[in-house]
């Protein structure tokens, strides 16, 4: 019978969790007691609750996923868990991790993933606790987490329990004179069941199988070595009637082949060519861990997660799920373009503005009031599970352009037509100095603050701004009532266009900052975004100094 050890350690500096779990060099998570201080603090933050608990246990597949799962099953069995769920060799997508809580009703997941940050043991690892409700932890508890990680002194182990990851089964085991088990599932099955009953399978395939009416629609979806693969095999390949040539590096790397598993323009730039160059109708990415998409069509039409989101609300009656639950309510992000409220209001549907980070949707979503959300960053997703969703976005989308007949580029332009248009872009400034990004924001802020900013007017390129609002964005969960302050800088004018600046709070090193701008075109719905929005780029760089602190005088991405 393995046996309980207790290991002394000491705290480790800067376990705090950020946008979306704790995220660090793989050499930072190598060292002595890093990895296991962390999990014993998150499985003391369920405090009673802990003992006799189940919980899901998976990840993108990157480097470090298997070994740290082995410390999850140790450390879990010496801390009274009953019973582990876990993805054959440590392979769960996101949002499977979330479905897969919900089905099951577990007290949470632990999700090891650094999800778009590239991966291989010179990159990037992550550790996220997700709650019963299967989505992220909210605030209170990864400041729990983080507090007890600063004054952690031992953690339980049970080292020589052994207990295989790579065959589906169930593992018994007796520990201190309690069972504790380990079920080793198929990564995509629970996953997989869900998408069928959520989406019109048959539709779908009838669209990419191509019928009397209308020819083959010619899907090209690229899971950019990711965790997705297996389960773009299983739909696309498997159920949809797809073939090989529809689909792209599906199988998971742990370095995701030196690639950087960001589904944009920049870093997944082979699918845009590939779309461009070839006879493509459609083409879906994904992010390393599944929960981001990026959405193309026919010569690599880009289609803005901004304008994917408002899209979408406007067409949900044709996916089965809500033709049985109907739409509540829309949410998106606060830099996220404000495309969607204009179809919450048509549609006189609540529409909610969040701080960015998907574990703000959570309450609103278990409170019945928010159906579909997303993010700039290409997030989109439903209250069908409570993570973003990269492959149901692609499945949604399919649904609709099945439904209506339409090609991506038509459903956009009708779209504006109707709407108008939400230019947006986002500027990343990746791996910069830290200390001179905190005093950038901080003067920004200052001068944003100062008495006579609001009405101040900022002119370039024959444009002219005034201030209309200035703040750093604080908000109030209406669920709960907390308060989540210092959200990102935003600058608002009276036409309603914005400058919104933050630090990314998912970065391993340095500081990223992000800089978004969108403004709104109710009839010159076919310009250039870049031209379109340069003038407005240009006061921000101005007002925040940006090349002046930075150093920089262009951008790592631009979407
Ligand atoms: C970024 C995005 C944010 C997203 C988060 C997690 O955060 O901006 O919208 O929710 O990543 O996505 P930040 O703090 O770096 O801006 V993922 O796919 O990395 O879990
Ligand atoms: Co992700």
Same mark, same amino acid.
């Given at each position: ?303 803005? $997660? ?13 996916? $089965? ?129 100062? =008495? ?25 969960? $209406? ?55 340069? =003038? ?24």
């Amino acid at each position: 019978m393995p046996g309980v050890v207790v290991v002394n350690t000491n705290p480790y500096e800067g376990q705090k969790p950020g946008t979306s779990g704790l995220r660090k060099k793989v050499k930072v998570f190598l060292q002595e007691n890093y990895t296991e201080n962390f999990i014993q603090s998150i499985l003391d933050a369920n405090k009673d609750a802990i003992k006799g608990s189940t919980l899901v246990v998976g990840g993108d597949g990157r480097y470090l996923v298997k070994e740290v799962v082995d410390k999850i099953i140790k450390i879990s069995a010496a801390n009274g868990v009953a019973k582990l769920l876990v993805g054959q060799n440590g392979i769960l997508s996101t949002p499977a991790v979330s479905c897969i809580i919900r089905k099951y009703k577990t007290l949470g997941g632990i999700v090891l993933t650094a999800s778009h940050n590239p991966g291989g043991i010179n990159n990037d690892f992550g550790i996220k606790f997700n709650c019963s409700n299967g989505g992220p932890a909210p605030d209170h508890t990864t400041n729990d987490i983080y507090a007890l990680t600063t004054a952690i002194k031992e953690y339980r182990i049970v080292p020589d329990l052994v207990c295989p990851i790579d065959k589906i089964g169930v593992y018994t085991f007796t520990v201190e004179d309690r069972q504790f088990s380990v079920e080793v599932i198929d990564s995509v099955s629970d996953y997989v069941a869900y998408m069928k009953e959520i989406f019109d399978f048959p539709k779908i395939k009838t669209l990419i199988q191509g019928s009397e009416q209308r020819k083959p629609f010619n899907v090209l979806i690229d899971s950019m070595n990711g965790v997705t693969g297996p389960y773009v095999k299983k739909i696309f390949l498997e159920e949809l009637g797809a073939s090989q040539k529809n689909v792209t590096r599906i199988t998971p790397l742990e370095d995701f082949g030196g690639a950087h598993p960001d589904p944009n323009l920049t870093y997944a730039a082979d699918l845009v060519t590939a779309v461009k160059n070839g006879d493509y109708d459609f083409g879906a990415a994904f992010d390393g861990d599944g929960d981001r998409n990026m959405i193309i069509g026919r010569d690599a039409f880009f289609v803005t $997660p901004s304008d994917s989101l408002a899209v979408l609300a406007n067409h949900l009656e044709h996916i $089965p799920y809500f033709q049985r639950s109907g739409v509540r309510g829309y949410a998106r992000s606060m830099p996220t373009a404000a495309a969607v409220d204009r179809v919450a209001q048509k549609s006189g549907k609540e529409i909610f503005e969040v701080p960015t980070g998907w574990k703000y949707f959570g309450n609103l979503m278990d409170a019945g009031r928010l159906s579909l959300c997303g993010e700039e960053s290409f997030g989109t997703g439903s209250d069908h599970v409570r993570e973003k969703d990269g492959l149901w976005a692609a499945l949604a989308w399919l649904s609709v352009l099945a439904a209506t007949g339409d090609s991506v580029e038509d459903m956009l332009n009708k779209h504006w037509k109707e709407f108008g248009r939400n230019y947006f872009t986002r500027y990343d400034y990746e791996e910069c100095a830290s200390d001179p990004c905190n005093e950038m924001m901080q003067a920004l802020e200052k001068t944003m603050t100062a =008495p006579g900013f609001v009405g101040s007017a900022h002119a370039s390129g024959g444009k002219t701004y005034v201030v209309k609002l200035a703040d750093n964005f604080s908000y109030m969960d $209406p669920i709960d009532q907390s308060v989540a302050m210092k959200q990102g800088l935003r600058i608002i004018f009276e036409d309603g266009s914005r400058i919104v600046m933050r630090l990314s709070g998912t970065g391993s090193s340095g500081a990223t900052v992000r800089l978004y701008i969108d403004s709104y075109e109710a009839t010159d719905v076919s310009g250039d975004a870049q031209v379109m929005l340069k =003038p407005l780029i240009d006061v921000a760089l101005q007002l925040s100094q940006l090349p002046k602190y930075t150093g920089r005088d262009a951008p790592t991405v631009i979407t």
